[in-house]
């Protein structure tokens, strides 16, 4: 019968899996980026049933070369350009190490003391890199906390949104009358998942037009839904504004979407899942102008911020009001600190009771990196971004599809879907990189995000040549 792993036993192993993990890193770039396997497949590489026995590391390890790495696709990768970045580092990796070895269950003050302190730091630290204003700091009446992703960061700030609007009857009743939220055609599919789960039903958002030419939110159309909802004695609940959109990074105007819900008196979430982490940078924080309206906002440091999934980190402006929301104290849960009133209890800012470690992968970053070398990862990834658009623009065949402030670019043939469609099939068949799409304005459109700190000029430039070759094969002569 195989004994618990001593110390001794897991300083050995820990050394052949990190070993193992440098390896992989180290063979990404020759990799397929997605996996060559049918569905299925890896399935059928297992056994039947688990070990009756216990077997050594080693042969895990094995078996993750044969059975797993073949059916992955390899975020990691330098060739990696679909969706957005989900990224990782070292140092990340070393901190998620310590937060497993550890244990810790952060979800009271009492349970962890370093795990909420540190978090709070931290989160303080993080809204001075943005340089967020000052009410989403602890101590101001506002503060920090780590959410597993934006999708639970939307659905929280939807419940707060709901105990708002209700003046405080949600906690108790409900959803008793009629909400809404809104947020532009752009928005994330998050948003809709909040609003059904929250018990407004997927006819509880309410889509709001964007410009045609930028597509982000029209604030005339948001004014024009909340006064219809308004006279039909709909309660405008909360508007969901986003910096840096999914399908094309568009810049939702925060100025105007802010003043309309001062007026209106809507609570008013800013999602930056993605492009909030450009914002270490002075020169790319032109989407947070008006973020002083916000009364809660989100970006996900595991996109773009070299710390690995999942670590959303969202703030909001009243904590107070959040904790009212959420906040069930149970006797079990009782305790000196927490009845004291000079602590925060995170379990009280989130849907879940239990909270891991997530503080310690964000200090391990920041430790290494610095905000210098933060500044220095967004500015090589808007840099590469920038290269691939100019080769783009350079190549009379393809189109760029709006703008690319950051570090994704939209673009097409000027071909019909079925030639675009086929052209992404191809290139992502060879392997050597992986992009996907999305539609705008009706079109089917080709994306590209640059992410991975392992992503060069010669990546860039390898996407750009197969595509343009590939194209050649496509186009009639």
């Not at 790319?284 to 102008?289: D, K, Q």
């Not at 052209?423 to 539609?439: F, M, S």
């Amino acid at each position: 019968m195989a004994e618990h792993m001593t110390p001794d036993e897991f300083r050995r192993a820990g050394h052949a899996v990190v070993d193992w993990i440098a390896d992989y890193w180290a063979t990404l770039g020759q990799r397929p980026v997605t996996s060559q396997d049918p569905p299925g497949a890896v399935a059928a590489r297992l056994p039947a049933g688990p070990p009756e026995h216990g077997e050594p590391v080693e042969a895990v390890l094995a078996d993750l070369d044969a059975v797993v790495t073949p059916g992955l696709t390899h975020w990691q990768h330098p060739g990696f350009f679909g969706y957005f970045p989900a990224n990782t580092s070292g140092p990340s990796v070393l901190g998620d190490l310590v937060s497993a070895g550890l244990g810790v269950q952060g979800m009271l003050w009492a349970t962890g003391p370093a795990c909420t302190e540190l978090e709070t730091v931290l989160l303080d630290w993080l809204a001075e890199l943005l340089d967020l204003p000052k009410r989403f700091r602890s101590g101001s009446g506002g503060g920090g906390v780590i959410q597993d992703s934006a999708s639970s960061a939307t659905l929280v700030a939807t419940l707060v949104a709901l105990h708002r609007a209700g003046g405080g009857r949600w906690r108790e009743v409900g959803v008793d009358r009629r909400y809404r939220a809104y947020t532009s055609t752009q928005g994330h599919s998050s948003i809709e998942k909040a609003a059904r789960i929250a018990g407004l039903g997927a006819d509880g958002v309410r889509p709001v037009e964007v410009d045609p030419e930028t597509q982000a939110m029209s604030p005339a159309a948001l004014r024009a839904a909340i006064e219809a909802d308004v006279a039909a004695g709909v309660v405008p609940a909360i508007v969901v504004a986003t910096v840096g959109t999914t399908s094309t990074t568009a810049i939702d105007p925060l100025p105007e979407i802010g003043a309309i819900c001062a007026e209106y008196g809507v609570f008013l979430h800013v999602d930056a899942a993605y492009a909030g982490a450009a914002a270490v940078c002075p020169e790319l924080r032109f989407g947070h102008i008006g973020l002083e309206y916000a009364d809660s906002y989100c970006f996900d440091p595991h996109k773009w911020l070299l710390t690995g999934f999942d670590c959303d980190a969202f703030w909001v402006a009243d904590t107070a009001e959040l904790i009212e929301a959420l906040s069930v104290l149970p006797e079990y849960l009782r305790n000196a600190a927490t009845e004291s009133g000079a602590v925060i209890d995170y379990r009280d800012w989130q849907v879940p009771l239990g909270r891991r470690f997530r503080a310690l992968k964000l200090w391990f970053v920041l430790r290494w990196y610095g905000a210098e070398g933060l500044r220095a990862h967004i500015r090589s990834g808007v840099a590469l971004a920038a290269r691939f658009a100019d080769r783009v623009r350079a190549d009379d065949r393809f189109t760029l599809v709006g703008a690319h402030p950051y570090s994704l670019v939209c673009f097409r043939l000027r071909a019909d879907d079925e030639v675009n469609t086929e052209l992404l099939a191809r290139v992502n068949a060879t392997g050597r990189v992986y992009l996907t799409h999305t539609r705008v304005a009706g079109w089917y459109t080709l994306r590209l995000a640059v992410g991975s700190p392992q992503t060069t000029e010669a990546h860039v430039d390898e996407a750009f040549n197969l595509l343009a070759t590939t194209a050649t094969t496509l186009l009639p002569r």
